[in-house]
């Protein structure tokens, strides 16, 4: 495809330049994806802070998920049409004042609106900042510039929880917006100093409106189906249906109208490209992967563990760490020509490790305990998200580039949006089971059961209390009792389901035929 953003001959930045446009780059994708996790801790303390419920105060997640996946995939179109440099400091600050304003918000409607806000300059922080590393550096040093991206992508979802409990636990819950300015503020003065403005002298004439719009209802209204279906019981719940409906339209109207475009706002026909398709369909089980670990663990490890929300976060940050150390050897490993198919294999390996591991844990489970299986779970994510975001990317360039890296990284939003929102599901449905089977065991004719109530009711009566009233706590004990077990069973499971996603994501490396380009080799196109 002919552009006019960039030219085969085209100088890279180098020396100090560089490093202070990969500096930027990292700051900006960790500000996005850290603040995409680091409010899912403090939902309680923001509701008794500004009076709301807790279901009411959801929302300021999903204002923020809803803008956040419908910018992603626009992003490409809007670099071309104001220039890169432009968008993406504009973007960072945008989402810099946004997170001043949510730390200054006294009411629900404010926060939910500048979360929004917030969204919107999110949205382009994590796709421009591959794309401008991309862009930095020539063709055969694409590995460097995917690990240096790779870092935030792996660090982000480990790094909110655990700034959002430790924030959370020692200070105020408006810092956890507040600790972004400082950041936002260098990175948006660094970008406009070094990022070079390249635009698509042809856009500003064909911009497609009608694509626009159909995105941001189609992908905006699965966004919200996916963010509230759990809640509200799915197809029961009419405003789930109708909003399940508005998006199987918005985006069959969205798919048509960008394949008749001249220049679409999307280029989805960029998906003819096997490894590209191939990639973000990686992407998108990379999301449900990453997600679906992150809310399983810390409720696991805050509710039946007794950590804090801080201990809980820690805990993976040495997984984090092994990911850096992952990708580097990963980098590493596909310039000396080893197939990329075998890191991936192995990174999912690695996470179906994990999961089985997960899945036999109990409440007497410690940290050095979980130490291990969580070091797989992070080396996991080093050898296969390196690899897969080289495979999307491969052999793009320009207004390309960008479009590419959008599409791959919806399909990592839209991934950890369908994670969580299955994850959820299960958790409720198989706690609900297992509660069930549990309450079943407890009658007249379970000895175990009956023994231990009678125990424990003697010695309330030998302290004073009345038959009546001692065995009023016992079947409150022992309710309570069930319940947390069956919570403790619900997580086990899920860990069980990420294992089995993981176990037959191998399956779909049968699809994958095309080498990944590097210096030492060129790709099959």
Known sequence: MQNNVTTPNAEYPTG?????????????????????????????????????????????????????????????????????????????????????????????????????????????LMTQSQTILVASYPPEKLGIASVIYGIGIAAGPALGPTLGGFITDNYSWHWIFYINVPLGILATTTSWLTIPNEKNSQRKDNIDWWGILFLAIGIGSLQYVLEEGNSKNWFDSNIIIIFSLISAVGLVAFVYTEMIQKIPAVNIRLLKHRNLSIGIMFNFIIGAILYIAVYTFPLMAQINLGWTATISGLSLMPGAILSTIGMIFSQKSIDRGVDPKLLIIGGFLCTFIFGTWMSFQSESSSYSGLFIPLLFRGLGIGLFMLPVIMMSIQGLKGADLGQGAGLGNMAKQLGGAVGLALIGTHISDAQAMYQSQLSSNINIYSNTATDAMQRVSHLLQSSGMSSGTADGICNTLLGSEVFRNSELLSYLSSFRMLAAISLVSLFFMFFLKKKIKTSNNESND
């Not at 309680?44 to 802070?49: D, F, M, T, V």
């Not at 910018?71 to 400091?89: D, Q, V």
């Open 16 to 124: 100090f330049v560089r490093i202070v446009i990969v500096g930027t780059c990292i700051v900006a994708s960790l500000l996005a994806i850290i603040d995409s996790t680091v409010v899912n801790v403090s939902l309680r303390h923001i509701a008794g802070s500004i009076g709301a419920s807790t279901t009411d105060v959801a929302w300021i997640i999903t204002a923020f998920a809803i803008s956040n996946v419908i910018i992603i995939p626009l992003s490409g179109m809007l670099a071309e049409l104001f220039g890169t440099k432009n968008y993406f400091t504009v973007s960072i600050l945008v989402f810099t004042l946004a997170s001043f304003m949510c730390g200054n918000s006294s009411e629900l409607w404010e926060l939910v609106l500048w979360r929004f806000i917030q969204g919107l300059g999110g949205g382009a």
